[in-house]
């Protein structure tokens, strides 16, 4: 029996375990770099106005040794809890019309990088993440359409910051409709990642006198087009229920000629295509406890995400070869004094380079628990649990052999939420302590020789940090 | 915890199978399967070394087959990275089993100083880190897939070493200010002659390169490491080959003179043309080094032979040291029949043959043959055939007679000495292409000369060497001429030279005489260029009793025939009476006449092979 056969059967008992809900009254949003939210969706507001909402995390801390604190993960999911400050706003104007449609535009600037009272650097790294208007229930029940610059996206594995599913970044539009137990959307978009495999131009001789100028020489947005289908399992508005997802993306580029100037010659960049197909089940049971399970398969250039070029082609210029496998786990379940979050992921890349020992191709997974104790309404103390490895297709070009970084960690939080208990209320300030212990092949990946990190073999955290979110814009 | 399917171990297994548990809802999407080539057993894969056809093959021009290790590649400039790695000879193994190859000897495999002087190290011959793979030609697993898919289908793979010198790893700070330094003085006038001087590359002197500022000398220049990693260009390894005692610190050769048949001082411990620095082979840790360095590549990929680079320019001591110490490393690991030929550049025959032989290599490139035969022969013609029967007979003289200890051996066991284990060629990629120097005028085939000189090199006495692209009718001049994209010929099995090769294999494969057996020659004529029956020669190999004769032309112009002026006719082995058959090409019967003696007249640029008619099918 193969792995994928036995893939299918570890999915079975999942169905009976629930899912994340669909409406409103369970876990608030979760959002990060690309934004984003977990289910439940917030209401719109029921009359015109602006409105504000924000995504954060701030955080600093220190190793043993003094040295900036790092995170040790070596999967491409890992652990959440050091990861740099972001910040996302989220702007936007609701208007409501008086047969009860409603419309808004949503801007969301978003910042990363260095902050000024760190760095003394007097920069910032901003984007624009979100600029698009919708309408709801314009003409038809439950009908939506959209167009903009949008990140389109699904439920989330906290953990490990990762939506697994319809995680989208383009400029397009879509529509959707949800009536009775179904909700069905549909989007499609375009990006032109700055990217070589995307963009190139080539500098020309002026006309004149004059600056050379630029030629556009190689043009590809990608244009990506995605499905969402999800049907409620139990009845709608009941406080435990269960739903199914299926999910799909299609992703092509066009042909090219990318110039060589200094050799005077051009390459054929071929249309490239990929796809991913994926699912997802889920259950509640009411009072924040929910379980997802998702499966994601991915293939060309889809295997790389959306804003990606491949990192390697086949001998045809194509990363038709790429394959991306991955099924998540993402739980909470939570009572008056105690909560815990849970994850794992599983995921198989395989890169488009041709060759059996590819050390691009690797096999990862990562299990972790949060689990939360409630001192009161405000106080609480959280701990962190995880383990993740990751297996390489190759060999390491300097150890010539194949290496299987793993990682255990622990982290203790104590922390204090002025919204009240819960593993999912936000704002939190947090103090946080963390054990991490490498084995030798994890610090090989992790650091180059000669890093100072690099023979540290128990890495340790200690920091302070706040989260938050409020009135996500991922409701409609 | 493990995610793989092919845990090493017992204890693996049992952890994985309780953390499945614990996920339990979460698939284990796939496993690989890596076991073949993460652990190595190496194997005695040669019979008789005598019974091989090798292909020698640039790993970077051979065959692209992953376009992701492709890393400063320039199609349009073959100083440059052309994108050939292990995958594409993987990828074409079946394309060299079907010309006929039985070992392939493979450029260097370890990393190299990716880039120097706008030239790339795409040829090995620039080791920076002896211990680590290419990267440009794929990883370790990949050479052993490489290695594991020869040994297959039968096929040995050869390593290409070299221990002579490293890449431009150091500069010379002659003046002190601790950057490399290339100064051009004087004006170019009477009395004031332009001046190179180049502290990555300063020419030789005995007493090693001075320190000299504008006040004078001042002792021996001390060696500066060069850290470029955007290059590669670093410090090498192994560290111990960081130590600076360990180089001879002499500059570049300036004068390639010979003394006594013997390399001269500077041949041995000058730096190599392009700044390569000379090891200092003498000292017994760097010997020591060195052994241990490519021993544990035999270990890692399990090859089969050594090609050694450079063996003029290091000390026979040194090979004293050397060869033995990995024959006894490949006797430990159990790997029988290790094979190491070296390569002396040089045309005399008392200088290469001094390096066989007495615990050295266990053959050479037979330079002096490709020089004194090859190209005056069979190439130009300027000389009669006579020339190849006195080669036959200074190979006898001055090359190793006598089997190394713990060196090749035949089938039956017994030893190989040089003499018969010489590695023969036509052209390599240190030299220009023979169709580059010689294409046949009509009414003859362009190629008519090139095969002639294949006919002779798949017939005599050693092992055929073939340099890649010959089968293609590549026809470049000196380097990187020579050193073209065989996947720009479509690997055309359909070219007259790939079919004429596949004609050669395959007839030294059915008669084990031509693999195995005593050459004697039979007839050869001082007669030259337009001069009846001038190119003419003929000899007969024997083994187990078995004898095959060989006759053929080297003439351009016209058919020759084994008869002297005098009238005088070729004697043979074979009894008289004796029915004779060529098996290569139109079946012509031959009888031997009463008095032992047969005529044979040849084609211009042909040849044809006779054997008693009993052995047509073949000789086993």
Known sequence: MGPRALALIALLPAVALAAEPLDDSLPPPVADEGAAAATPKPALPAQSGFSFGSYGRVGVGIDGAAHEGYAVNVVSRGSRLEKAPYLELYLFYTGALTDGARWRVVVTPAFAGDLFHYSGSFASRLALRNAYVETVDLGVAGLRLWAGSRMYRGDDVYLFDWWPLDSLNTVGGGAGWRGGRWDVAIHAGLNRIDDAFALQSVTVPARGLGAPGQALAVDRPRGVASFKLTCLLGPPGATAGAKASLYGEFHGVGEGDRPIVAQMRTEKLPADYGFVLGAQLGGWTGSHRFVNLFVRYAGGLAAYGEATAPAAVDNSGRATAARDFSTALSLNWESSFFGVMGGATVRNFTDAAPGQYNPANYVEGIIAARPHLYFGRYFGLAAELSYQSRKYGGFDPLLDRRLTPQVLRASLMPYVSPTGTGTYSRPQIYLLATVSRLNDDARVVRFEPGDLRYSTATVLYFGIGAEWWFESLYAL | ?620
């Open chain 2, 1 to 620: 915890m493990r995610f793989d399917c092919e845990s090493d171990s017992e204890a693996d297994r049992k952890v994985s199978m309780r953390w499945l548990l614990l996920l339990g809802l979460v698939a284990l999407p796939a496993c690989y399967d890596l076991s073949k080539v993460e652990t190595r057993h190496t194997t005695s894969n040669v019979i008789d070394w005598r019974d091989e056809v090798i292909y020698q093959l640039l790993v970077d021009r051979f065959a692209n087959g992953n376009r992701a290790n492709d890393d400063r590649t320039d199609p349009t400039a073959l100083a440059r990275y052309q994108g050939g790695d292990w995958q594409g000879v993987i990828d074409h193994l079946d394309y060299l089993d079907r010309l006929g190859v039985t070992a392939i000897w493979i450029s260097p495999v370890i990393r190299n100083v990716d880039t120097d002087a706008n030239v790339d190290g795409y040829h090995g011959y620039w080791a920076q880190d002896m211990t680590a793979t290419n990267p440009h030609m794929g990883d370790l697993a990949k050479l052993r897939e490489l290695v594991d898919k020869a040994h297959a289908r039968g096929m040995k793979v050869i390593l290409d070493i070299v221990t002579n010198h490293l890449g431009q790893l150091f500069f010379y700070d002659i003046n002190g200010n601790g950057v490399p330094d290339e100064n051009i003085s004087g004006a170019g006038g009477m009395g004031s002659a332009l001046e190179r001087v180049t502290e990555y590359d300063p020419d030789y002197d005995p007493r090693g390169i001075q320190a000299d500022t504008s006040l004078g000398e001042s002792g021996s220049a001390p060696i500066r490491w060069i850290y470029q990693p955007e290059i590669h260009r670093m410090p090498p390894r192994p560290a111990e080959f960081q130590n600076p005692d360990w180089y001879n610190r002499r500059g570049r050769i300036t004068s390639y003179a010979n003394a006594n048949h013997q390399p001269g001082e500077q041949v041995y411990k000058g730096d190599f043309p392009g700044g390569l620095k000379d090891l200092k082979t003498s000292h017994p840790d760097v010997q020591a080094a060195l052994a241990r360095v490519f021993n544990e590549w035999i270990d890692k990929a399990d090859f089969d032979a050594f090609r050694i680079d450079t063996l003029k320019h290091v000390e026979h001591e040194f090979w004293q040291e050397f060869c033995p110490a990995v024959r006894k490393h490949c006797k430990a690991i159990g790997k029988k029949n290790f094979f190491m030929f070296g390569e002396a550049f040089d045309g005399d025959d008392a200088l290469v043959g001094s390096f066989t032989g007495d615990n050295q290599v266990d053959s050479a490139f037979f330079f002096p043959q490709k020089f004194a035969v090859i190209d005056r022969v069979i190439k130009e013609g300027k000389e009669g055939t006579t020339s190849i029967e006195k080669q036959f007979k200074t190979l006898k003289e001055a090359y190793g007679a006598v089997p190394n200890v713990d060196g090749p051996v035949s089938e039956s066991g017994q030893g190989l000495a040089a003499q018969q284990l010489m590695v023969n060629f036509l052209d390599n990629h240190d030299i220009p292409r023979f169709l580059y120097e010689k294409i046949s005028p009509p009414p003859l085939e362009p190629h008519a000369a090139l095969h002639s000189a294949l006919d002779f090199l798949f017939t005599e006495i050693g092992i055929p060497c073939v340099y890649y692209g010959t089968e293609q009718q590549f026809r470049g001049g000196n380097d990187p001429a020579n050193r073209e994209r065989l996947w720009d010929s479509g690997f055309d099995e359909g070219n007259p030279t790939f079919k004429h090769i596949q004609r050669l294999t395959g007839l030294r494969k059915n008669f084990r005489p031509l693999r195995r057996g005593d050459l004697q020659v039979r007839w050869a004529t001082d007669r030259k260029g337009d001069e009846v029956d001038a190119g003419v020669f003929a000899f007969e190999r024997s083994d187990g009793g078995k004898s095959v004769l060989v006759v053929q032309n080297f003439s351009d112009k016209h058919e020759s025939k084994t008869v002297a002026p005098q009238g005088g006719r070729m004697k043979v082995s074979f009894p008289p009476g004796t029915g004779l058959v060529n098996v290569f090409g139109p079946s012509e019967p031959l009888q031997v006449g009463g008095d032992g003696t047969v005529v044979v007249s040849v084609p211009p640029r042909d040849m044809k092979v006779f054997v008693p008619q009993d052995d047509k099918d073949g000789i086993p």
